[in-house]
C-alpha cells in the first residue's frame, strides 16, 4: 500500500477532495494522460524543477502528478503523490507529453477547488474511502496508518484518501468540516469525540446514526458500559469508537528529574512546585505548554480542576450538581496561574506536539497533556520518561474517546459502512492504539504487548472514577464547551481568578444550570 504523508501543506487540497460528492464532476478520463515517458527521481529533484525542464513552467506539474498517480492504479511500479511538495528519490513517475499536459492544464481549475483535486487522483474500482480526522502527529498519523494498512488488505479494490488537517483536539478541522457539511458535501467518514460533540453536527440531519453498525458488530457487548454511556447521545450512536483517552496525565524527563535532585514524581501542587523550583535552580525549564492549536491552556487547566475537588464533584460541573462559585474552582485557577509562571514563554507559538518534543529533547521537564503524548513518545523512541496523574488528580480519570461518524451524505457510504466496521474491531483498536497512546475501546484487548504507560492506564481505567472531559467534547454542549475555551484563553493572559471564575458561572448559567 502506498504511504500516507500527506500531512501538512497539501492537506487542504485533500480536503476538498474528501468533500466533494462523487459524481458531482467529470475527472479526467484514464487515457487523457498517457505517459510520453517515464522518469526516475533522483537526489535534489523537485516536481517544479522536471516540469520546467519538460514543459518549460514550473507550475505546469500537475499533470505529472495526475498522470502517475492514474498510472499507479494500473501499475504499483509508479508513485502514487500524495503532496506534489514532497518526492523520493526511486519513485518512478509519468510524464504525460506537452500536448496531453496542455490540454490538462486546459481543463484543470487548479488545485483549490473539488474539480481539480479530483482529476488529481484515480478511484479504485470499487470506489473511494475518504476519511477525514485531525490526526498528522507522530504516534497518532502512525496508528491512523495501520488501519488505513488493515483495510486496504480487507478492501484492496477501495482507494484510500487520507484527508487529515493538522490542529490538536480538531480545532482548524471541525469548523472547516461543519462548513462543508452545511454546504451539501461531505468525507465518507471523520473523527468525531464522543460525547456532547455529536452536537455540533445536528444528528439526523448531516449526520446519521450508526446503530446498525453497533448491532451487526455486537459492540454494545463489548465496549464498557461507562464508554457507551458516553457515546449515546438523543437515544443513538453517532459514532464508532476506535480508542479511550485520559486527559489528566503529567508527563516528565526521568533524566532531568536526576539532574536537578527530585527522586519521586509530584503527587500534590506544593510537591510540583517544590519540584519546579529545584529545576529551575538547576538551569532547566520546568514546564513545556503548548497554545498554538487553541485547546492546551484548557486542556491544562480541565486537569488541574479535576485533581481541585473529587470526581463527583467535578463531573457535577457539568450537570448543575456543582456551582462554579465553589472555593475550589477559585483555588484551581490560583493553582493554573501559578503554573503558568513556570512555562516556557514561547508557549503560544507552540503547538501540543511542539511542547511534547521539549521533554524528549530534554529541553523542559515537565508537561501535562493528554495520553496521546505517549504516542508521540512512542513514534519518537523515547523511553526516558515517567507520568502520573495531574497532582491532586489521582483516582479521577479524565476520559475521552476518538470515534468515527457516518456523514448522510457521505459519497461512498457502503465503504463507510466497512471502515466504521473495522474501526469497532479488535485487531484494529489493538493495532491502532499501540501507536496511538491510548487504550481500546473494547473491553477484551490484549494489552501484553502495550507499553508500561498504557497497561497502567488500562488498569486505572478499570478501578478510578470515570468524569467526561469538556475540552475535547465529552462533558458538554458545544456552546458552553466554546464559553469555557474562551473564558479560560483570556485567562492566559489577564490572571483574573475573580474576573474568569464569574465568566464560567456565566457560562454554566447560559447552559441552563443556574450558579
Not at 535534489?44 to 492514474?70: C, Q, R, V
Not at 461512498?412 to 469497532?424: F, K, Q, S, T, V
Request: one cysteine or more; a negative charge.
Amino acid at each position: 500500500m502506498a504511504k500516507f504523508k500527506w500531512i501538512y501543506a497539501f492537506v487542504a487540497l485533500a480536503m476538498l477532495l474528501a468533500l466533494l460528492p462523487i459524481g458531482s464532476v467529470n475527472a479526467a478520463p484514464t487515457n487523457a494522460l498517457a505517459c510520453a515517458k517515464t522518469y526516475t527521481v533522483s537526489a535534489g529533484d523537485t516536481l517544479s524543477a522536471i516540469s520546467d525542464k519538460e514543459y518549460g513552467d514550473i507550475k505546469a506539474y500537475w499533470p505529472i502528478m495526475a498522470g502517475t498517480n492514474l498510472m499507479n492504479k494500473e501499475d504499483a511500479s509508479f508513485a502514487r503523490v500524495e503532496n506534489p511538495d514532497s518526492i523520493e528519490v526511486g519513485w518512478k513517475l509519468c510524464i504525460p507529453s506537452a500536448d496531453d499536459a496542455k490540454a490538462f492544464l486546459a481543463q484543470f481549475p487548479g488545485p483549490n477547488t473539488p474539480a481539480g483535486v479530483s482529476m488529481l487522483f484515480g478511484k479504485g474500482a470499487k470506489g473511494q474511502l475518504i476519511v477525514a480526522s485531525w490526526w498528522t502527529n507522530g504516534g497518532e498519523f502512525a496508528g491512523l496508518n495501520e488501519m488505513f494498512k488493515m483495510f486496504k488488505q480487507q478492501n484492496p479494490d477501495v482507494e484510500i484518501v487520507n484527508a487529515a488537517i493538522a490542529g490538536g483536539a480538531g480545532t482548524n478541522f471541525k469548523g472547516q468540516l461543519l462548513s462543508q457539511l452545511l454546504g451539501g458535501v461531505a468525507p465518507d467518514t471523520f473523527q468525531l469525540h464522543a460525547g456532547w460533540e455529536a452536537d455540533t453536527y445536528d444528528p439526523g440531519t448531516l449526520i446519521v446514526n450508526v446503530d446498525d453498525v453497533y448491532k451487526r458488530n455486537n459492540l454494545e457487548a463489548v465496549f464498557p458500559p461507562t464508554l457507551l454511556k458516553m457515546l449515546k447521545f438523543k437515544d443513538h450512536y453517532w459514532g464508532v469508537p476506535v480508542n479511550i483517552h485520559r486527559s489528566n496525565v503529567l508527563w516528565y524527563n526521568k533524566a532531568l528529574f536526576e539532574k536537578a535532585g527530585i527522586t519521586a514524581a509530584p503527587a500534590t501542587w506544593d510537591e510540583f512546585f517544590a519540584a519546579a523550583d529545584k529545576l529551575k535552580a538547576a538551569g532547566i525549564q520546568p514546564v513545556a505548554l503548548g497554545g498554538k492549536d487553541g485547546f492546551e491552556l484548557q486542556h491544562t487547566f480541565e486537569g488541574i480542576l479535576a485533581g481541585s475537588m473529587t470526581a463527583d464533584e467535578y463531573a457535577g460541573l457539568w450537570t448543575g450538581a456543582t456551582s462554579w462559585k465553589s472555593p475550589k474552582v477559585a483555588q484551581a485557577l490560583e493553582t493554573f496561574k501559578k503554573y503558568l509562571t513556570y512555562a516556557n514563554a514561547d508557549h503560544d507559538a507552540l503547538t501540543w506536539a511542539a511542547a511534547t518534543q521539549l521533554l524528549i529533547d530534554g529541553k523542559a521537564a515537565m508537561n501535562i497533556m493528554g495520553d496521546w503524548a505517549n504516542g508521540q513518545f512512542v513514534a519518537a523512541n523515547f523511553t526516558n520518561y515517567g507520568w502520573e496523574p495531574v497532582p491532586g488528580s489521582k483516582g479521577t480519570y479524565v476520559a475521552l474517546s476518538d470515534s468515527f461518524a457516518l456523514p448522510a451524505k457521505a459519497p461512498n457510504p457502503d465503504n463507510a459502512n466497512l471502515w466504521l466496521d473495522l474501526a469497532g474491531s479488535r485487531p484494529a483498536q489493538e493495532a491502532f492504539n499501540k501507536l496511538k497512546g491510548s487504550i481500546c475501546a473494547r473491553t477484551d484487548c490484549d494489552y501484553s504487548t502495550y507499553n508500561a504507560y498504557l497497561q497502567s492506564a488500562a488498569k486505572d481505567w478499570q478501578v478510578d472514577s470515570i468524569v467526561p472531559s469538556v475540552t475535547h467534547g465529552a462533558a458538554a454542549k458545544p456552546s458552553w464547551a466554546k464559553a469555557y475555551t474562551d473564558a479560560i484563553t483570556l485567562f492566559g493572559t489577564s490572571g483574573d481568578v475573580a474576573a474568569t471564575q464569574a465568566a464560567l458561572a456565566q457560562a454554566a448559567a447560559d447552559a441552563g444550570y443556574p450558579q
